[in-house]
Nanobody, 124 residues
Framework: QVQLVESGGGLVQAGVSLRLSCAAS????????MGWFRQAPGKERDFVAT????????RYADSVKGRFTIERDNAKNTVYLQMNRLKPEDTAVYYC?????????????????WGQGTQVTVSS
């Protein structure tokens, strides 16, 4: 059972940066692709970014491309989401998730383990 714990959320003003972290409990963390998803109030959970198990491949939602960067440190069992030039529409609960395989995927159904989420609120 992989446990994922997100941190780094908060209330910020538009235009600033924020970095989310997700720490995994499992030593096999380096065998799994990781992803970030977000859910705004009253909306479905949406894909944000994903990174392959080695860190060599990334994929982003169009809405965050060029502003967000996903990174991972397999030695620390941690994945990060660097969020720059934040906008009010980025306000959501952000979840990290571990996929059941090594390659990138934007499909939430490919992820077996989820964190509890961290709130990001961007004021205008």
């Amino acid at each position: 059972q992989v446990q994922l714990v997100e941190s780094g959320g908060g209330l910020v003003q538009a235009g600033v940066s924020l970095r989310l972290s997700c720490a995994a409990s499992e030593r096999t963390f380096s065998s799994n692709a990781m992803g970030w998803f977000r859910q705004a109030p009253g909306k479905e959970r949406d894909f944000v970014a994903t990174i392959s198990s080695s860190g060599g491949t990334e994929r982003y939602a169009d809405s965050v491309k060029g502003r967000f960067t996903i990174e991972r440190d397999n030695a620390k069992n941690t994945v990060y989401l660097q969020m720059n030039r934040l906008k009010p529409e980025d306000t959501a609960v952000y979840y990290c998730a571990a996929a059941r395989f090594r390659w990138v995927t934007a499909d939430a159904h490919d992820y077996d383990y989820w964190g509890q989420g961290t709130q990001v609120t961007v004021s205008s």
